[in-house]
């Protein structure tokens, strides 16, 4: 199954920049959607952003738009989150995800996950 790691979480000051990336063992990268999904503390999983297969199609959530900027390297099997302007209730662990066929906002409609990377945005 399709193994995805991500890195680039940190401690930043509010108002800094991060840089997420997700790392994919896909030998057929092009043809999976990404999501990036984040988890607080005593909150459910939500949706953070989406890139399609081609990377036509994107999609962010309320909270992040503006501030966040989802792209995809498919020679690299890599997907990226630009995340400006950090805000403290940015703080969680952030997860990148893949599925087949079609792009999706929902966390259910992901089959592979990776482990996840903090982001601890500090006021």
């Known amino acids: 199954q399709v193994q995805l790691v991500e890195s680039g979480g940190g401690l930043v000051q509010a108002g800094a920049s991060l840089r997420l990336s997700c790392a994919a063992s896909?030998?057929?990268?092009?043809?999976?959607?990404l999501g990036w999904f984040r988890q607080a503390p005593g909150k459910e999983r939500e949706f953070v952003a989406a890139i399609s297969r081609s990377g036509h199609n994107i999609y962010y959530a309320d909270s992040v738009k503006g501030r966040c900027t989802i792209s995809r390297d498919n020679a690299k099997n890599t997907v990226y989150l630009q995340m400006n302007s950090l805000k403290p209730e940015d703080t969680a662990v952030y997860y990148c995800?893949?599925?087949?066929?079609?792009?999706?906002?929902?966390?259910?409609?992901?089959?592979?996950w990776g482990q996840g990377t903090q982001v601890t945005v500090s006021s």
């Open positions: 896909e030998s057929t990268f092009s043809n999976i959607n």
């Open positions: 995800a893949a599925r087949g066929s079609w792009v999706s906002t929902r966390t259910r409609d992901y089959s592979y």
